[in-house]
């Protein structure tokens, strides 16, 4: 148990509806990263917040994407009107930033948004 | 650009034997490296990491070695158990970068 938990753990949608995934990092994680990954795949970088600033967007986030950590703690990602390429696991890690150099992420068990 | 592969999409071992599992990379500016492994229904689960100072590091059952020259990274785990079957990735960090990017994967299957 990595202590990463994200709610819902499923989530089927119908084309055009909006979601949101929440994600609660490990405590006292300053760094909270949002991963997608489709079947097969590696996980492939969204976003990701230092504290409650969000400091790099992959261009894979469109403008349908919207992520926050409101208060430094957990996380929401929203997507709104789904489209059936939305279709993947969505995967929440954390870390704790000490020093220049290294982390390592603990990923949650992810949410997996099926669009139909 | 940034990409980090698998050298074999799948890989089967008997129980007890080791296993290698290879990764290539190919940005040489990359100077950090974590294996990961995922369940089926899980999210990844750090394995082990190395610098690029470095070129061999140490686990329980597990070494990762790391050639910079072939930009070439491998993961090794001795005595193989059942539970050691998942799939596996490689992921690499960019120096100066605060993301990982990983590599597609190997799935690793023991056989009893």
């Known amino acids: 148990d990595t202590g990463v938990s994200q709610n819902p753990r499923h989530k089927i949608t119908k084309r055009g509806q909006n979601v949101t995934f929440r994600c609660d990092p490990i405590?006292?994680?300053?760094?909270l990263y949002w991963y997608r990954q489709t079947l097969g795949q590696g996980p492939e970088f969204l976003t990701y917040?230092?504290?409650?600033?969000?400091?790099?967007k992959s261009r894979l986030l469109s403008d349908r994407f919207s992520a926050e950590r409101p208060k430094g703690s957990f996380s929401t990602l929203e997507i709104q009107r789904t489209e059936q390429g939305d279709s993947a696991m969505y995967l929440c890690a954390s870390s704790l930033l000490t020093g220049p150099t290294n982390e390592k992420l603990f990923f949650g068990s992810g949410t997996q948004l099926s669009v139909l | 650009g940034e990409s980090v592969g698998l050298h074999l999409p799948t890989l089967s071992v008997q129980e007890g034997d080791n296993s290698i599992i290879n990764c290539a990379y190919s940005?040489?500016?990359?100077?950090?490296f974590i294996w990961y492994k995922q369940e089926s229904g899980k999210g990844p689960q750090f394995i082990i990491d190395i610098r690029s100072n470095m070129d061999k590091r140490q686990g329980q059952r597990v070494t990762v070695l790391l050639n910079k020259t072939v930009k070439h990274l491998s993961l090794q785990i001795a005595a193989t158990q059942p539970g050691d079957s998942a799939v596996y990735f490689c992921a690499e960090r960019l120096q100066g970068a605060q993301k990982l990017v990983f590599g597609q994967g190997t799935r690793l299957t023991i056989n009893p």
């Open positions: 940005n040489s500016a990359s100077d950090y």
């Open positions: 405590s006292e994680h300053n760094r």
């Open positions: 917040f230092q504290n409650e600033a969000q400091l790099e």
